[in-house]
């Protein structure tokens, strides 16, 4: 089955520093990424879509600014939380449509990402 | 608009005691219905896609069934290994995905 990597699974940096996440689908091609966020027992919040070879789009209330993405590739989608605050901690996790048999359509999702920010 | 509501957001089971989860939903054209575990700390991880209704899916301990406005995960004789949050999320025509916020279930022995 499809398989969609995501690195680093736990990451540790400073306030006001940068901190960056890769996600890789591993054996199909993602011309469409999505980055969520996920607070404690609460479900996935759809923070973005990355479209490779063009700009992402943020839903409502995520600022584009600090959240950078970038989809350089068929697959890999960056996720860079710039300038990180305490408040940016957080479980991020992305996703990707289809796979192998694109038709059938489901999202593949990454392991996550547990970012904490001292 | 699309809306996905998930119920009970919680379920306590004992082990072997047989339960189903409801997913009930509105879209403008559905082109799936998938159901996913996710544990704590990670990823969600795939389990069913249903696209008709009456069609049915199993795996183990878990069937999944749908129909025009709803789906229900069954899990029959649960064991403790199934607890998760189970997650319910539709796309529609537009190739839009729409999350429930999930059915958190804990199996005792």
């Known amino acids: 089955g499809a398989v969609v990597s995501q690195h680093p699974s736990r990451v540790i940096c400073k306030s006001g520093t940068s901190v960056k996440i890769e996600c890789r689908s591993l054996d199909f091609q993602a011309t469409t990424m999505f980055w969520y966020r996920q607070f404690p027992k609460q479900s996935l919040m759809l923070m973005a879509t990355s479209n490779e070879g063009s700009k992402a789009t943020y839903e409502q209330g995520v600022e584009k600014d600090k959240f950078l993405i970038n989809h350089a590739s068929l697959t890999l989608s960056t996720l860079t939380v710039t300038s990180a605050h305490p408040e940016d901690s957080s479980f991020y996790i992305c996703s990707a449509p289809g796979g192998v048999d694109t038709n059938t359509g489901e999202l593949f999702f990454g392991e996550g990402s547990r970012l904490t920010v001292l | 608009e699309d809306q996905v509501t998930q119920s009970p957001e919680a379920l306590r089971l004992q082990e072997g005691e047989s339960s189903s989860l409801n997913c009930s939903y509105t879209?403008?054209?559905?082109?799936?219905l998938f159901w996913y575990r996710q544990d704590p700390g990670k990823g969600p991880e795939f389990l069913f896609t249903?696209?008709?209704a009456g069609e049915e899916k199993e795996k183990e301990r878990l069937k999944a069934t749908l129909t025009k406005k709803e789906s229900f995960l069954h899990i029959t004789a649960p064991k403790p290994e199934d607890s998760a949050t189970y997650l319910c999320v539709i796309a529609d025509s537009w190739g839009k995905f729409q999350f429930g916020a999930g059915t958190q279930v804990v199996v005792t022995p």
């Open positions: 249903l696209y008709s």
């Open positions: 879209v403008s054209g559905l082109r799936g």
